[in-house]
């Protein structure tokens, strides 16, 4: 041994050690035993109406993406999310344009003309109800500047080839 | 934020911004079976899509849930042109378009095919394909005749008739290249035989996909839709990022606990031989077995829904444990919510709160069974442990003993230097 160390302070060392740990993991079990800190409303699910060829999965998505997740809850007439605070009427807004943005999966279509999004602030449960319409999108003869932004791509693809 | 939902949102920005990029789609195999052409049948419609190419996507194989229809797609196109041949044809169906009016949209652009079929409606398929029509005529008779276009074809199904359309090419750089017209061939013969022997239509769907996936190389997911009960395998098969492959169905795709439900997909099941639960055997499911059960509604499947949470993998380990609970007690909610409270005490189930008999509504008549979650707040994991000892006494305790144990060790670094000091006064 380099270091020349008595018995005794070995067995102190080995007691504040024990010490030590023990008191960490009664820590731990007072915070896996103590009830749950009341933070508002957690967001409890998202029920999807209304669709018919696009998958609830990719609406669901999309909506959670603007704030209605897992670990968000509302708080009085605010949403909390793991990543900002905001106003729930404008969650609810951008939920809206995010469920009207959806694809269907592997294509560019999007095929929801409109979505509605309508929060139960006591059960936090979302109800989302799009409309979807194939035959309003633009897929020929777009031209306009709007349709390019629409499809996020350049109009030259959507050119008539019949 | 944890990792997962990280990688959802990236995937989420990728499909809403990166689809566009798509150079070049392919599904090579397409199938779609009729054996119920009433509709009565819950599993009497099935269709499904397979590929050796990338981006097999859920649009190579698209259900309508209102107006039952599917519409299979795929080309050696430009991928825009097959975005606007999917549309303008769900567009048409829509407005309630007969399967060949549909699939004849295809003709209009090059290299691509629609594959378009319901029940009461029939099937079609349209634009550039390879493709074997199974019909069984009205004397009983079941004819298999070949079609064949490059672009501007059309082959039909008739509405009434059992049958089937296989389409099947080889993709590109597939090892098996060419076996696409024998494998063609025999799969629809082998499919005329199970229309004859009276399989489902979700069944003879699997078989079909199990052969040309193992024969001819084209394996990748894709997924398949039963159009009657409108169930689809959704993103079970198909791949998760941009320009990759999705599952071969030729494979192994999970091992599952039958008793407690547990279950693990592969590869990584290939480090497990026992359930870890509770060390029962593991039974192993093939890709395509895997595909006919999602999609083909038997006596005893039961439909659970969960509501309360939409936490990942959530709603698919309660399914499970459901299912397995129902097979082993019936419909008794008391045991139902026993097992759901192991799976969480387990650590099956994450996120939840434990669940009483009252959360789990039962309807043994229609198989259904629906579990009430309650979410933990503040991102808990597990529910909160029941001790006899007040926790708030605990945290006290915990930090006192801590703090003994801190101070002990700086007694005994400064240990020498104490007890002299102490010396030197006395």
Same mark, same amino acid.
């Given at each position: 041994?380099?270091?020349?160390?008595?018995?005794?302070?070995?067995?102190?060392?080995?007691?504040?050690?024990l010490?030590?740990?023990?008191?960490?993991?009664?820590?731990?079990?007072?915070?896996?035993?103590?009830?749950?800190?009341?933070?508002?409303?957690?967001?409890a699910?998202?029920?999807?109406?209304?669709?018919d060829?696009?998958?609830?999965?990719?609406?669901?998505?999309n909506?959670q993406?603007?704030?209605?997740?897992?670990?968000?809850?509302?708080?009085?007439?605010? +949403?909390?999310?793991?990543?900002?605070?905001?106003?729930?009427?404008?969650?609810?807004?951008?939920?809206?344009?995010?469920?009207?943005?959806?694809?269907?999966?592997?294509?560019?279509?999007?095929?929801?003309?409109?979505a509605?999004?309508?929060?139960?602030?006591?059960?936090?449960?979302?109800?989302?109800?799009?409309?979807?319409?194939?035959?309003?999108?633009?897929?020929s003869?777009t031209?306009?500047?709007?349709?390019?932004?629409?499809?996020?791509?350049?109009?030259?693809?959507?050119?008539?080839?019949? | 934020?944890?990792?997962?939902?990280?990688?959802?949102?990236l995937?989420?920005?990728?499909?809403?911004?990166?689809?566009?990029?798509?150079?070049?789609?392919?599904?090579?195999?397409?199938?779609?079976?009729?054996?119920?052409?009433t509709?009565?049948d819950?599993?009497?419609?099935?269709?499904?899509?397979?590929?050796?190419?990338?981006?097999?996507?859920?649009?190579?194989?698209?259900m309508?849930?209102?107006?039952?229809?599917?519409? +299979?797609?795929?080309?050696?196109?430009?991928?825009?042109?097959?975005?606007?041949?999917?549309?303008?044809c769900?567009?048409?169906?829509?407005n309630g378009?007969?399967?060949?009016?549909?699939?004849?949209?295809?003709?209009?652009?090059?290299?691509?095919?629609?594959?378009?079929?319901?029940p009461?409606?029939?099937?079609?398929?349209?634009?550039?394909?390879?493709?074997?029509?199974?019909?069984?005529?009205?004397?009983?008779?079941?004819t298999?005749?070949?079609?064949?276009?490059?672009?501007?074809?059309?082959?039909?199904?008739?509405?009434?008739?059992?049958?089937?359309?296989?389409?099947?090419?080889?993709s590109?750089?597939?090892?098996?290249?060419?076996?696409?017209?024998s494998?063609?061939?025999?799969?629809?013969?082998?499919?005329?035989?199970?229309?004859?022997?009276?399989?489902?239509?979700?069944?003879?769907?699997?078989?079909?996909?199990?052969?040309?996936?193992?024969?001819?190389?084209?394996?990748?997911?894709?997924g398949?839709?039963?159009?009657?009960?409108?169930?689809?395998?959704?993103?079970?098969?198909?791949?998760?990022?941009?320009?990759?492959?999705?599952?071969?169905?030729?494979?192994?795709?999970?091992?599952?606990?039958?008793t407690?439900?547990?279950?693990?997909?592969?590869?990584?099941?290939?480090?497990?031989?026992?359930?870890?639960?509770?060390?029962?055997?593991?039974?192993?499911?093939?890709?395509?077995?895997? +595909?006919?059960?999602?999609?083909?509604?038997?006596?005893?499947?039961?439909s659970?829904?969960?509501?309360?949470?939409?936490?990942?993998?959530?709603?698919?380990?309660?399914?499970?444990i459901?299912?397995?609970?129902?097979t082993?007690?019936?419909?008794?909610?008391?045991?139902?919510?026993g097992?759901?409270?192991?799976?969480?005490?387990?650590?099956?189930?994450?996120?939840?709160?434990?669940?009483?008999?009252?959360?789990?509504?039962?309807?043994?008549?229609?198989?259904?069974?629906?579990?009430?979650y309650?979410?933990?707040?503040?991102?808990?994991?597990?529910?909160?442990?029941? +001790?006899?000892?007040?926790?708030?006494?605990?945290?006290?305790?915990?930090?006192?003993?801590?703090?003994?144990?801190?101070?002990?060790?700086?007694?005994?670094?400064?240990?020498?230097?104490?007890?002299?000091?102490?010396?030197?006064?006395?």
């Open positions: 041994m380099f270091i020349k160390v008595r018995r005794d302070t070995l067995m102190i060392l080995l007691l504040a050690f010490l030590i740990l023990c008191g960490r993991i009664i820590t731990y079990v007072a915070y896996a035993s103590s009830p749950e800190v009341d933070q508002g409303v957690p967001i699910g998202i029920i999807v109406k209304g669709n060829v696009v998958p609830i999965e990719t609406i669901r998505e909506v993406a603007a704030g209605f997740r897992e670990n968000s809850y509302i708080d009085g007439d605010m +949403l909390v999310t793991s990543k900002r605070t905001l106003p729930l009427s404008e969650a609810i807004t951008n939920a809206e344009q995010f469920a009207c943005k959806s694809t269907v999966p592997g294509t560019t279509l999007q095929p929801i003309a409109a509605d999004v309508s929060v139960d602030e006591k059960t936090g449960i979302v109800t989302v109800t799009v409309i979807e319409d194939f035959s309003t999108i633009p897929v003869n031209t306009s500047a709007d349709n390019a932004s629409y499809n996020g791509v350049n109009t030259a693809q959507f050119k008539e080839t019949a | 934020m944890n990792k997962k939902t990280k990688y959802l949102f995937g989420l920005i990728l499909f809403l911004t990166v689809f566009t990029v798509i150079s070049e789609v392919s599904a090579t195999c397409n199938i779609i079976v009729i054996t119920d052409p509709g009565q819950p599993n009497g419609v099935a269709a499904g899509s397979m590929s050796f190419a990338k981006n097999m996507f859920q649009s190579s194989f698209l309508s849930k209102d107006k039952q229809f599917a519409v +299979l797609s795929g080309g050696e196109g430009n991928s825009s042109d097959r975005v606007q041949a999917i549309g303008q769900v567009a048409a169906l829509q378009a007969s399967p060949s009016t549909a699939a004849s949209v295809a003709s209009s652009f090059n290299g691509i095919r629609l594959v378009v079929g319901g009461n409606v029939g099937a079609a398929i349209g634009g550039s394909f390879d493709a074997y029509v199974v019909e069984e005529q009205d004397n009983g008779e079941i298999v005749t070949p079609y064949s276009s490059t672009s501007g074809g059309l082959a039909v199904l008739q509405e009434g008739h059992r049958g089937a359309i296989i389409h099947l090419r080889n590109e750089g597939n090892p098996k290249m060419g076996t696409a017209d494998v063609r061939y025999q799969t629809a013969v082998n499919m005329g035989k199970m229309i004859r022997d009276g399989y489902p239509a979700t069944r003879i769907v699997g078989e079909g996909m199990r052969e040309v996936a193992t024969d001819s190389g084209e394996q990748y997911g894709g398949a839709v039963n159009l009657v009960s409108r169930v689809t395998t959704g993103d079970m098969f198909t791949p998760t990022e941009m320009n990759s492959t999705g599952y071969p169905m030729s494979e192994n795709y999970t091992k599952s606990c039958p407690c439900g547990w279950s693990v997909g592969f590869p990584e099941a290939d480090n497990y031989q026992v359930c870890p639960v509770d060390g029962s055997q593991l039974k192993t499911t093939n890709a395509c077995d895997a +595909l006919i059960n999602a999609i083909t509604v038997t006596s005893n499947t039961t659970v829904s969960v509501y309360g949470s939409d936490r990942a993998g959530l709603a698919d380990t309660t399914e499970a459901v299912q397995a609970s129902v082993k007690y019936g419909y008794n909610p008391d045991q139902i919510a097992s759901i409270n192991k799976g969480i005490h387990n650590g099956l189930i994450m996120g939840v709160n434990y669940v009483e008999p009252k959360d789990i509504s039962v309807k043994e008549n229609s198989r259904a069974v629906g579990v009430y309650e979410p933990l707040a503040d991102g808990r994991t597990s529910p909160p442990w029941n +001790l006899p000892v007040n926790s708030f006494v605990l945290t006290i305790i915990g930090t006192i003993q801590t703090a003994i144990g801190i101070i002990l060790i700086l007694l005994v670094i400064f240990r020498s230097r104490l007890i002299k000091n102490f010396q030197d006064r006395k």
